[in-house]
């Protein structure tokens, strides 16, 4: 005779050890997204798709949205937009080289970042400022918010 627990327990230890849950069905947006790293906190995540800044194939969507392989997910957190199809659904948060199995990345690539030097940055241990030193900092900002792009 077998207990409940037997029954539970038998499914785990068919699986390969070490391989992430994954589920042939559905599973929440905000975990999956939270689960492959695009997102570093879960409620960052359900966060993001309260704020509309989660799509799923094109709709917008709340945080309990069913995601499943083969869907395309565009999400815009941190300044950049991700566009992401859905290779395999997973529900644990997984190590990055086998989160990055789980989609294909379609995203746009990063803007490139200036190289420009701050205005107005004093080398440490050269004290207050002068009047004369407070003007030119000043002159040279408003250079820096005049140019394009800035």
């Known amino acids: ?3 409940q627990s037997d029954k539970a327990a038998a499914p785990a230890s ?3 050890s070490g391989q992430p849950q994954d589920g042939g069905g559905s599973v929440r947006v905000d975990a999956w997204i939270w689960s492959v790293r695009l997102i570093k906190t879960r409620s960052a995540a359900a966060t993001a798709c309260r704020g509309g800044h989660v799509r799923v194939n094109g709709d917008r969507v709340k945080p309990a949205h069913p995601v499943k392989a083969g869907d395309e997910v565009r999400l815009r957190y941190a ?3 991700r566009v992401v199809v859905v290779k395999r659904v997973i529900r644990k948060r ?3 080289p ?3 199995e789980c989609y294909v990345d379609n995203s746009p690539p990063p803007p490139p970042r200036e190289a420009v030097a701050p205005a107005g ?3 440490p241990g050269t004290g207050r400022p002068t009047k004369r030193d407070r003007r030119e900092m000043e002159r040279l900002r408003a250079l820096n918010s005049r140019l394009p792009g800035a």
């Open 1 to 3: 005779m077998t207990s």
């Open 14 to 16: 068919q699986r390969p």
């Open 79 to 81: 300044g950049r937009d």
């Open 94 to 96: 997984v190590g990055a």
């Open 98 to 100: 086998v989160a990055v």
């Open 121 to 123: 940055v004093r080398d």
